[in-house]
């Protein structure tokens, strides 16, 4: 049995009461329309179909941006730990009652919210615990505060956070703006695309979209090594990877650590290609000033790494969230500034003057 068209039947119906009207009426029908129905318009349809991109996401075509020259200057060290406890060290946060963290909060494994519990959670969360363990005997005295990537610095300055452990790579530029501890992380930098992109190695992204954060190294990165690639640049990871699945960006490029959080995510994915360059992660402080001498904290933070470095804990820690996705990382000696005054200077050195010279301890 034929289904009548719901549509063409009451258009029908429509015509006959009209036509009957006028045939009532006596009055002279007017001609039929020579106008088709009005239909819903496709003119202002989008011709790119398809999902927005990441919020505050923006695309840098390729050759825009200039990267930076490849410098000779290394990385300065850190504060030696010294034989003061943490009430000598840090007092203020003590008598505060916690430790205040800038952390991320979609860095799956490493530091992340997990939906089921609500719990800050991951590799560089259990850092944070570990550092606040040995200030108050608590691992659990911690307040987490999320932090952009580009607002990592920021937040330090104005004193909103402590500390930041939040995937910051040590670098004379960074170390300009902040304070490192020594490293907690070591990392490559690779390639990680969907399965079955054909893409072997960042050479075959000529043409493509590569996605990293704002403000992180990697945008510089995709410009050294892929000069040839769009750069989508998002606030977030997450918003790389999602970019990703959406067909919005062809590849990821950051440390190995972060990819591994996003393959644990979609099995679909894998990265290719060899190592770009290796990055060390530290903790981050506020530059010590004359307002505020943070190398008390500094030294407390070095203090725990070392600490965890000996005793197993970061083997540990690296096993449980890491160690299935990624190789274990051998991580740098510590390497620390010499503040020993020179012979000719009778007064301590100012925190507000540059770093004294370093001291270097194996590599």
Not at 157 to 170: L, Q, Y
Request: charged letters at 25%; hydrophobic letters at 35%.
């Amino acid at each position: 049995m034929r289904r009548r068209n719901p549509q063409r039947l009451a258009w029908t119906t429509a015509l006959l009461l009209l036509s009957s009207a006028v045939a009532l009426s006596g009055c002279e029908p007017e001609p039929p329309s020579t106008q088709d129905p009005i239909l819903p318009s496709t003119a202002n349809l989008d011709s790119t179909p398809g999902p927005p991109l990441p919020e505050d996401a923006i695309i840098e075509p390729a050759g825009a941006g200039e990267a930076s020259k490849q410098s000779t200057e290394e990385a300065y060290g850190s504060y030696r730990p010294d034989d003061k406890k943490p009430e000598e060290r840090v007092p203020d946060i003590l008598a505060r009652g916690r430790l205040i963290v800038g952390v991320d909060r979609s860095n799956n494994l490493l530091s992340y919210r997990d939906t089921a519990s609500g719990e800050v959670r991951g590799f560089e969360v259990d850092i944070a615990r570990e550092i606040a363990r040995d200030i108050f005997g608590d691992p659990n005295k911690v307040d987490f505060r999320f932090v952009e990537a580009s607002e990592r610095a920021r937040a330090l300055n104005d004193r909103t956070v402590d500390i930041v452990i939040r995937t910051m790579t040590i670098s004379p530029s960074r170390q300009r703006e902040v304070s490192f501890s020594i490293p907690y992380m070591q990392t490559d930098a690779r390639l990680l695309v969907l399965k079955n992109s054909g893409v072997e190695s960042i050479a075959d992204t000529a043409g493509m979209t590569l996605c990293a954060t704002k403000g992180s190294t990697m945008v510089d990165a995709i410009r050294t090594h892929a000069p040839a690639s769009d750069i989508l640049e998002t606030r977030a990871w997450g918003d790389c990877l999602m970019a990703l699945q959406l067909g919005q960006a062809d590849g990821i490029v950051v440390d190995d650590a972060l990819l591994s959080g996003m393959l644990a995510q979609d099995r679909y994915t894998e990265i290719v290609g060899g190592p770009l360059e290796s990055q060390s992660y530290g903790v981050a402080v506020r530059k010590p000033d004359g307002s505020y001498d943070s190398r008390p904290l500094i030294r407390q933070v070095n203090s725990t790494l070392e600490r965890i470095r000996k005793d197993g804990t970061w083997q540990r820690l690296f096993t449980t969230w890491l160690g299935d996705y990624m190789e274990q990382p051998v991580l740098p000696a510590p390497k620390y500034l010499d503040e020993t005054p020179p012979a000719t200077e009778s007064q301590p050195t100012s925190p507000t003057s540059n770093p004294p010279g370093e001291k270097k301890e194996g590599h």
